[in-house]
């Protein structure tokens, strides 16, 4: 969700309920866009993180602190100079502006009280930190905007501050309903385009949380909407409105597949299915929670994209491979006939006059009469030794292809299942056994010399399920076999999709009948953890561990079982518990 007006309300508020009265001790610029301010207020000491990031601008109190430069920047130094010991004395948001105004009262040099203002404008690209006097004359900002860069505004010392009214959007607090129809709902678009585009402060994720709340499908024209739509639709706005009002806000951040997608300090409804919701007790733990997250998944997968590429490409070069043998494989099927041809020469041949082209015979395996074609140049007996000599040649690359289709489907399904591997990682000590796993089946050279081998910490997923049981589920090949050959036992039940690469899983029976609710949080698990996680329902194979085995060579992960039961199963992970070991 983009930090926009609603998430600035709440964050006023913790603003206000950290830092009303309090004093700024200590200010540092960390970066050349950034404030670390730290503060004295009602509920103690506490650090404020102003950041003007066209990339990431943010404001939310940490407890991490930053190392800053030897030499402050100037804009630093005037705060220093101004703002060492200020009082807080109001923090507001203007409308529902993303804007965040310190009102803070200092002594001057003489003695005297004098009040400024410190701004923060979390406007993407175009935000800003600026320092105005007690009639908003700026005094300095972190960055300058001169008129050759903004002619909406200039941003220096000495100018006027204001609040660029660029878009000409409406005032949600003094919003009519008359204004709402006409203006809001009179232009022609979707419904959550013209909430966004027309209210200050609504981001296009809360536009079609409206829309999802007042039961509409906000990518829906408003020309579609009736007269109680549109009363609907104005109705849930205000009630939204009323809960910021009333600082009634609830931070949380919304998973799927355990990676953070979105972050709301209101409820969000339109998140329902393949997503989980996870309160936090203030907006600064959620965003700093949040952010973190978000990183930590970036960087795996930026440090897993070497190896995604050097899987997917062997993949793509097996899979014509594959494709080819197979076309190889079916042309072969010619040498049948050049079988039957060389037959019935030396069968019928013997009448034949030498320069013949062809002659007809009665098959005897079909009773069908043929034409047998002959190559006038040749003898009758050294056509049809040409044509063993081709049935012998198909023959044998018969044989041999049937063997390397074999193995490039077995390596293809080996591809596959690392591929699910790299899909399910979470964290840098997951990638390590694959990239292991990789460089034992030549993926990738091996530059040993120099190298200490690295400690591997990644364990199974283990979760428990509603009625208490263990299940274990492999993060890659190695821990698929770790988890059926060495940790399961004989009673204990395995779990795979049936058909597709993906995880084994473990039920740890403890020689006990399971409940049938186990096997369906078990089977869920393994259609979650396999290749077809995004469809509605998988088979799943399960059977008891004793009758799962694993031939002589095979590659990990790779094992044989007969006799198996099926289930049906929704890919889902929400309804257990999932164990940090």
Known sequence: MAFDGITIAAMVKELNDYLAGGRINKIAQPETDELLLTCRGPKGNCRLLLSAS????????????????????NFCMLLRKHLSSARFLSITQPSLERVIRFELEHLNELGDLCRKYLIIEIMGKHSN????????????????????????????????????QTQEKLNPWNLTEETFHTQVLGKPTQIARALYTSLT?????????ICTRASLDGDEPTETLDENSKLHLYGTLNRILDQVKEGDFHPNIIFRDQIPVEYSVLPMSQYQ??????????????LEQYYAQKNIVTRIRQKSSDLRRIVQTALERNSKKYSLQLKQLK????????????????????????????????NYYTNEEIAVPLDPSFSPQANAKKYFEKYAKLKRTEDALTTQIAETKEEIQHLESISAS?????????????????????????HSIGKKKTSVKS?????????????????NNYQNDELTFKFATGNDWWFHAKGTAGSHVIVKSSDEELPDRVFEEAGSLAAYYSKGRTAPKVEIDYIQKKHVK???????????????????????????????D
């Not at 299915?273 to 959620?286: A, D, Q």
């Not at 997923?461 to 589920?473: C, P, R």
């Not at 094992?559 to 999932?578: E, F, G, H, K, R």
């Open 54 to 73: 066209a990339s990431l601008p943010l404001i939310y109190f940490t407890e991490k602190n930053k190392p800053s430069p030897l030499t402050a920047p």
């Open 129 to 164: 930190i600026i320092f105005c006097d007690e009639d908003y004359k700026i005094l300095d900002s972190i960055k300058h905007v001169s008129s050759h860069m903004s002619s909406v505004r200039e941003v220096l010392p000495g100018r006027q501050y204001f609040i660029p």
């Open 201 to 209: 402060g609504i981001s296009p994720v809360m536009a079609h949380e």
């Open 273 to 286: 299915t393949g997503h989980t919701t996870k309160g936090y007790p203030s907006v600064s733990s959620m």
């Open 331 to 362: 042309d072969t099927g010619k040498k049948e006939k050049y079988k039957v041809y060389g037959e019935l020469i030396n069968t019928y041949g013997y009448g034949l006059e030498d320069g013949c082209k062809s002659f007809q015979a009665l």
């Open 422 to 446: 790299l899909d399910i990682a979470l964290n840098e000590s997951d990638l390590v056994q694959i990239k292991e796993e990789l460089t034992q089946y030549g993926y990738i050279k091996k």
């Open 459 to 475: 364990k199974p997923f283990h979760y428990l399920s509603s009625d208490g049981y263990h299940i274990y589920v492999g993060k």
């Open 550 to 580: 694993k031939p002589n060579g095979s590659k990990p992960g790779f094992v044989v079982y007969y006799t198996n039961y099926s289930l049906m199963a929704v890919p889902d992970i929400q309804t257990l518990t999932l164990i940090d």
